[in-house]
DNA sequence: ACTCTCCTGTAGAGAGTCGAGAGGAGCGAG
DNA sequence: CTCGCTCCTCTCGACTCTCTACAGGAGAGT
């Protein structure tokens, strides 16, 4: 098994989530397998962290759950990015910009 | 009052602390000025922060610390970068630019 | 003297991740 | 048919780190 490094910084995979789901619907399992597939295994989501941070969202109603069938046919619960999760989106991202460009600025001599 | 959201995201402080102590031995108020006024005030370290990680970073032998005077004449802990310290700074450089590099991926569509 | 700025430090609370573990259900192989 | 694998969801305790708020000393200017 490769070690994949996860080590998700606090607060990034909300973004994460919310950015995965605003292609469409989508359920746990899959929004993780998405992450580390499109982040080239660079990031690994803990199942630990990733459904308490998919029932936060839910909670804070920036995602909505709903039960249905995998394309394995397996129960699943999908879920889809609110009018007030694209917002938030939005609002992370630009944060995320601003605040990785800071470090740059730090980190480049 | 400024708003100036600091947000550290947990564990950059570190990558932060350190290099900004590679340019030279400086006190931490003084690493924190640094870090606020390179980053153009998107980051503020909060004093709660600082100390306790200018501590964590010393016991692990990656900082050291040494009374003196600034440059306003008050007494203060001078820190500077180990070898091992240098050597941090450099994993943990690379592996910040890992992990940004990784969430830009995903955040860009 | 008094106050301002510089400078270091601590304590409690809160947020979020990690590792480990549990469990159900579909599907293919033997 | 039964076993085992993969898919999929979920929870708990430990841990780490940041935040807010607080406390205090000492030099410098008024």
Redesign the interface.
């Known amino acids: 098994m490769a070690p994949t490094?996860s080590?998700l910084?606090?607060?990034?995979l909300d973004?994460?989530v919310l950015?995965?789901l605003?292609?469409g619907p989508m359920h746990g399992w899959g929004i993780s397998q998405r992450?580390q597939q499109?982040?080239?295994d660079?990031?690994a989501v803990n199942q630990g962290s990733l459904y308490p941070a998919l029932h936060r969202l839910e909670e804070k109603g920036w995602i909505h759950a709903e039960w249905g069938n995998s394309e394995n046919n397996r129960r699943a619960r999908f879920y889809s990015l609110t009018r007030a999760g694209r917002r938030q989106l939005a609002e992370e991202?630009e944060?995320?910009?601003?605040?990785?460009?800071?470090?740059?600025?730090?980190?480049a001599?």
């Open positions: 490094r080590d910084l606090q607060g990034t973004v994460l950015k995965t605003s292609s992450i499109v982040s080239e660079v990031l991202t944060s995320w910009e601003r605040f990785a460009a800071a470090v740059a600025r730090v980190l001599t």
